[in-house]
């Protein structure tokens, strides 16, 4: 059990910054909306997720650090298997079993929270506990049992960046949602909740200038939607100020997407540019396999080609417009 914990963990806590996606992911799920997220030594000595969401009664509790999956895992076959059924209810005992995890939940209809406490991989100690409603998540000593794997983090500047950029994705895709996001006790990310798209967009890329809004509907065949804002990438390149595509909600890098909209961006104004902004692409699920692999960034889609046909007729009626 704790040894398929660790292979899972292995899979899919690569670093800090896959910790923060999983746990601000299980916030959102949880109907939160105020989310904030601190961090302290790039993520290895603490991340803590405070959430007001709909929170856990102790059975709850108890539940989310069960692996829900098989707990015997020997042959090989079994080992590969696991990569493809992703992370589905193994994100908590994951984590658990590679750090010093807390977690105080208490949902709205309870007067008293749980408190439980996890020590690599196995359950310490689990009491009620005075709490806010909602969930708050504290992961400590990060890869604290991995030293390999904790051998293989890049700076403390490259794991930030990856967990800012968690973040970032995040509060594009849920505008609605206010995001805190402090780290060794600074502020660095400060979103209201209820904003609109146009406004998060603003407040991530830093712009007062023009934004090329995208907004299309297609509903004769495979029921396309796409919206988002698009901007000049400015002169420096930025590791902010990028493109950025969301597909259902989730960041992708896909050759085909990006080469869609700069197909669809040939005829704009900014030329020479690379686009940046964010583009929000939803499609109906049974359209998309975004299982290929839990933790990484592809996708695939079930007919390519025609994905990329509307996303550049969506994108240049979108110049189109603009340039009117
Ligand atoms: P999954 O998200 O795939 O279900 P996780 O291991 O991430 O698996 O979480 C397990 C379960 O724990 C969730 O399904 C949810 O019921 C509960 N849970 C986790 N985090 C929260 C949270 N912040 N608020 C409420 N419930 C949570
Ligand atoms: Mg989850």
Redesign the pocket.
Known sequence: EQLANQIAAGEVVERPASVVK?LV???L??GGSRIQVQVEGSGTRLIRVV?D????DSD?VLL?LERHATSKLFSEDQLAAIATLG???????SIGSVSRMTIL?RPRTADMGTRAEMRYGILHAIHEDGCRQG?V?EVRGLFGNVPARRKFLKSARTELYHIEEVLRDQALAHPGVGFVLQVEGRTVLDLQPGEDLETRVRQIYQVQDQLLPVSFQENTGLGLELEGYLLESGTSQSRVRRLRILVNNRPVQDRMLLHGVREGMRESLMTGQQPAGVLLLHLPPDQVDVNVHPAKREIRFRRSQEVHRLLVRGIREAVARFQD
């Open positions: 999983e992911e299980n916030s799920d949880a959430d969401g709909i929170g856990m709850d989310c992370f589905r209810g193994e994100a908590l005992p939940s969930t998540i």
